[in-house]
C-alpha cells in the first residue's frame, strides 16, 4: 500500500497547490455532504415530499453507513494528514515529509477506507436521481437530455465531493473512488427493497444484527491484537490544532447513529399515525410544513451536548437521540402538521 500512498500524496500536494486559495469553497462543499446530513436534511426532506421515496431513501443510508462503519474497522486505512508522519517512507531515509494542510474538517477520528463522504453521498443522489426518473418515466423517455442532464449531475456531484475530501486531506483518492464504488452499489441493489412488509421485530432484529456484527469485529480486531480505535490516538497526535478533534467523527458516534436510527424508524413505520397519514395525499403546503419541522428539529439536535463523564452514556445519549428523530420524522411531525391543517380548515 505505500506506493499506493505515495502516489496519491502526491495528488494531494498538487490539489492544495492549485486550489489553495479555494479552501472555503472546499471545506463548505465537505462540511455539507457530512454523512449526518443524510439523517438531519436530506432524509426529512425527502421523506416529507415523497413517503415512498424518503423511506427507501434511508433503508439505503443506514446499510451504506452500517457497511462503512464495519469496512473502516477491516480495511485499516490511514489518513493522509497522520500517515506522511508516520510513515516508514519518510522517516530515516532521508526523503521529506511532504508539506500537507491540515484544515478544520481534516482531523477525522475515523480509518480512512473506505470515504463515508463519498459513500453515502454516492447512496443518497443515486435514490434521489434514480427516483426523479422512475416518477417522470414517460417525460425522460420523450427527451434522453433529461436522463444524461441527471447522471452527469450525479458523477459531477461525486467527483466534487471526492475532490474534496482529498483537498483537505482527509482522503487518499482510492478511499474516495472505492466509497464512490460501494455508495453506488448498495443504492443500486437496494432500490427496490419491499420494506412494507417489515414489523417492528423485523427493525429490531435489523438493529441488533448491525449492532452485533460491529461487536463481533470489534472483538476480533481485539484478539488478534489490533487495537480498532488505533486511530485516535494517531488524531490526537497530529491534528495540528487539538480542537479540531471532534469524538462525532468516530466509527461508534457512527454506529450509534445508524442503529438509534433503524430504530426509530422501526417504530415510525410501524405507528399508527403513520399508517393513517400514509393513505393520505398531503398537499403541497403540507409537504413543506413537514419538511421545515423536520430539518428544524434536526438542525436544533445539533445544538445537544451530550454528557462526556461516561463514554457508555454518551453513545447511549447518541443512540436514543437518533431514534427519537426518526420516529419525530415519520410519526410525529406529519400527525401535528395534519392536526394544526384541520383545526385552520375549520376556523377558513
Known sequence: MEVIYQTDVAII???????????????????IFDPRYAFLLYFP??????????????????????????????????????WVHEADVYNGKGIPVPNIYQFSLT????????????????????????SF?????????????????CWLAYFFLLATIGASRIFIAAHFPHQCLFGMFLGWQVAKRLKNINQKSFSILHYLAFT???????????EFLEIIGSDPMWTIERAVKWCANPDNVHLDTTPLFAM???????????????????????????????KIACAACSVG?????????????????FYFQVFALNAFLAYAIIAVIPHIVALIWKIKEKVS
Open 256 to 286: 450509534m447513529r445508524y442503529c438509534g436510527f433503524m430504530i426509530g424508524m422501526g417504530f415510525g413505520f410501524n405507528s399508527y399515525s403513520f399508517a393513517e397519514h400514509s393513505k393520505e395525499n398531503f398537499p403541497m403546503p403540507m
Open 107 to 130: 482531523c477525522e477520528t475515523g480509518p480512512g477506507s473506505p470515504s463515508g463522504h463519498s459513500q453515502i453521498t454516492a447512496a443518497v443522489w443515486y435514490v434521489i436521481f434514480d
Open 13 to 31: 500536494e498538487v490539489l492544495q497547490s492549485w486550489f489553495l486559495q479555494y479552501e472555503q469553497a472546499f471545506i463548505s462543499i465537505s462540511n
Open 208 to 218: 441488533t444484527g448491525m449492532f452485533t456484527s460491529a461487536f463481533i469485529v470489534f
Open 45 to 82: 426532506i425527502v421523506f416529507s415530499m415523497d413517503w415512498f421515496i424518503g423511506r427507501k431513501l434511508m433503508w439505503v443510508v443506514v446499510t451504506a453507513e452500517w457497511m462503512n462503519h464495519l469496512l473502516k474497522w477491516i480495511l485499516h486505512g490511514e489518513r493522509p494528514y497522520w
Open 297 to 313: 428539529v434536526c438542525l436544533l439536535s445539533e445544538t445537544i451536548t451530550f454528557s462526556k463523564e461516561s463514554m457508555v452514556f
Open 133 to 149: 426518473l422512475e416518477k417522470y418515466h414517460a417525460i425522460a423517455e420523450k427527451d434522453s437530455r433529461i436522463r444524461k442532464l
